[in-house]
């Protein structure tokens, strides 16, 4: 075990165990396996930084005694983490024993389940004042014994006896199975883990799940959180922003206990801190009580030679704070937008100077929209309506409104609608 050879040959040191039980794991993996290969398996390992964060939501219960399970544990971040919170034994062999008992872990990769092993022994051992001649014996010939090789689906029940649940699963897409009850065809493999591990939990387990924000915001995971929802009771919902500086998706860490099937009858509100956050106290006029939300209708590569010719504003022909009159056509039979209206990009990255940009369309009175573009078309149908919105959406709370509410890389009609407008009166 390389782990026991440190000890033995005296190169363990401070610098040596920083590296291996923060940084080492992540930058072995970016160093030995393709990008190609870790997105499309999902494998994002959490860092330092938001596995202590993940950690604190369970750490009364850590320092307790709490037992703890990863049901994708990667090469152990989470577990490291979560055990940082442990007591120690009043030896080296029993620390390993107590540790070894209430810790828990699966990944479907041989090499990161026996490269969780490892840190946490080196972080068992680093953590005692030992010699490095007693700490060495007393490392057991098989540590951690519990974390293993295996694919959670496959042994379940190994994770619903625990306490409590960290998990930072896989981020990739699959079909969902036959027996889905709120989702068919492509879903995020995410969303199955938690929804699988809640379903299978015992009553009062605690889970802090890392998960793509899609799931928290999409406008198609609303049957999935009304599942959540439906199986416990929803303790935090922290949007975290971007995974980390080298990996483009956004995450929010959910917290939440499980309670009694079909006990949990309220609605949980995803985004109850964002009003309060956004500084207003008072309830605000959201966009759908002046405008009607909808989008653009033209698929630009559906266009049919026989269709009538018709002005036509895509996304190019926007310009951010502008007033136009849309000089495009196209040939299209489906929904067109009677002027006045404002359009705003539907593809928005929480990186970008501004999420919601604007523009005013004033005419011809029918115009086909590119369906990269959300229309809000005012219900008073006046100009006044909209040249007042364009001055709203300059207000700086609007993008963090925005960025709060939703951090995937397409705005949503849904989030859209609930967008309170600073100022309106």
């Given at each position: 075990m390389?782990v026991l050879?440190?000890?033995e040959?005296?190169?363990?040191n401070k610098?040596?165990?920083?590296?291996?039980l923060n940084?080492a794991?992540?930058?072995?993996?970016?160093e030995h396996?393709?990008?190609e290969?870790?997105s499309?398996?999902?494998?994002?390992?959490?860092?330092?930084?938001l596995?202590?964060?993940?950690?604190?939501?369970?750490?009364?219960?850590?320092?307790?005694?709490?037992?703890?399970?990863?049901?994708?544990?990667?090469?152990?971040?989470?577990?490291?983490?979560c055990?940082a919170?442990?007591?120690?034994?009043?030896?080296?062999?029993?620390?390993?024993?107590?540790?070894?008992?209430?810790?828990?872990?699966?990944?479907?990769?041989d090499?990161?389940?026996?490269?969780?092993r490892?840190r946490?022994?080196?972080?068992a051992?680093?953590?005692?004042?030992?010699?490095?001649?007693?700490?060495?014996?007393?490392?057991p010939?098989?540590?951690?014994?519990n974390i293993?090789?295996?694919n959670?689906?496959?042994?379940?029940?190994?994770i619903?006896?625990?306490d409590?649940?960290?998990?930072?699963?896989?981020?990739g897409?699959?079909?969902?199975?036959?027996?889905?009850?709120?989702?068919?065809?492509?879903?995020?493999?995410?969303?199955?883990?938690?929804?699988?591990?809640l379903a299978?939990?015992?009553?009062?387990?605690?889970?802090?799940?890392?998960l793509?924000?899609v799931?928290?915001a999409?406008?198609?995971?609303?049957?999935?959180?009304?599942?959540?929802s439906g199986?416990?009771?929803?303790?935090?919902?922290?949007?975290?922003?971007?995974?980390?500086?080298?990996?483009?998706?956004?995450?929010?860490v959910?917290?939440?206990v499980?309670?009694p099937?079909?006990?949990?009858?309220?609605?949980?509100?995803?985004s109850?801190?964002l009003?309060?956050r956004?500084?207003?106290?008072?309830?605000?006029?959201?966009?759908?009580?002046?405008?009607?939300v909808?989008?653009g209708?033209?698929?630009?590569?559906?266009?049919?030679p026989?269709?009538?010719?018709?002005p036509?504003?895509?996304?190019?022909?926007?310009?951010?704070?502008?007033?136009i009159?849309?000089m495009?056509?196209?040939?299209?039979?489906?929904?067109?937008?009677r002027?006045p209206?404002?359009?705003?990009?539907?593809?928005s990255?929480?990186?970008?100077?501004?999420?919601?940009?604007?523009?005013?369309v004033?005419?011809?009175?029918q115009?086909?929209?590119?369906?990269?573009?959300?229309?809000?078309?005012?219900?008073?149908?006046s100009?006044k309506?909209?040249?007042?919105?364009?001055k709203?959406l300059?207000?700086?709370?609007?993008?963090?409104?925005?960025?709060?509410?939703?951090?995937?890389?397409?705005?949503?009609?849904?989030?859209?609608?609930?967008?309170?407008?600073?100022?309106?009166?």
């Open positions: 390389e050879r440190l000890f040959e005296g190169s363990i610098r040596t165990v920083h590296k291996l940084g794991a992540a930058a072995a993996l970016e396996v393709p990008r290969t870790r499309e398996d999902g494998i994002f390992f959490s860092g330092k930084a596995s202590r964060y993940v950690a604190s939501r369970i750490s009364k219960k850590l320092k307790a005694g709490a037992s703890v399970a990863d049901p994708a544990c990667g090469a152990g971040d989470l577990l490291l983490a055990a919170h442990f007591e120690l034994a009043s030896n080296v062999s029993m620390t390993f024993s107590g540790w070894g008992d209430r810790l828990i872990g699966l990944d479907l990769h090499t990161f389940a026996s490269a969780a490892s946490l022994t080196l972080l051992a680093s953590m005692h004042k030992d010699n490095r001649a007693a700490i060495s014996s007393a490392i010939d098989a540590p951690f014994a293993q090789y295996g959670y689906f496959d042994c379940a029940d190994r619903s006896k625990v409590c649940v960290v998990m930072n699963p896989p981020f897409t699959v079909v969902a199975p036959a027996d889905c009850t709120w989702a068919s065809g492509s879903v995020q493999l995410a969303g199955l883990f938690l929804a699988s591990v299978k939990a015992a009553v009062g387990q605690e889970i802090v799940a890392v793509p924000d799931l928290r999409g406008t198609r995971y609303a049957r999935w959180r009304e599942f959540i199986h416990a009771a929803i303790k935090k919902v922290f949007v975290y922003g971007r995974f980390d500086e080298k990996t483009d998706v956004d995450v929010f959910l917290h939440l499980k309670g099937d079909g006990a949990q009858k309220t609605k949980s509100d995803w109850r801190k009003r309060r956004s500084g207003a106290n008072s309830k605000l006029v959201e966009m759908e009580e002046v405008f009607k909808s989008v209708a033209f698929v630009p590569f559906r266009e049919k026989d269709h009538k010719i018709v036509y504003l895509c996304v190019n022909e926007a310009p951010p704070d502008c007033n009159s849309v495009g056509t196209c040939k299209f039979e489906g929904t067109l937008h002027t209206f404002v359009v705003i990009r539907r593809t990255n929480p990186s970008d100077a501004r999420r919601v940009i604007p523009t005013l004033v005419g011809p009175a115009v086909a929209v590119e369906n990269h573009l959300i229309v809000l078309r005012p219900l008073d149908e100009l309506a909209c040249e007042k919105l364009l709203v300059r207000h700086p709370n609007i993008d963090q409104w925005m960025n709060e509410a939703i951090r995937c890389r397409h705005l949503t009609t849904a989030k859209v609608k609930k967008l309170p407008l600073m100022g309106w009166k």
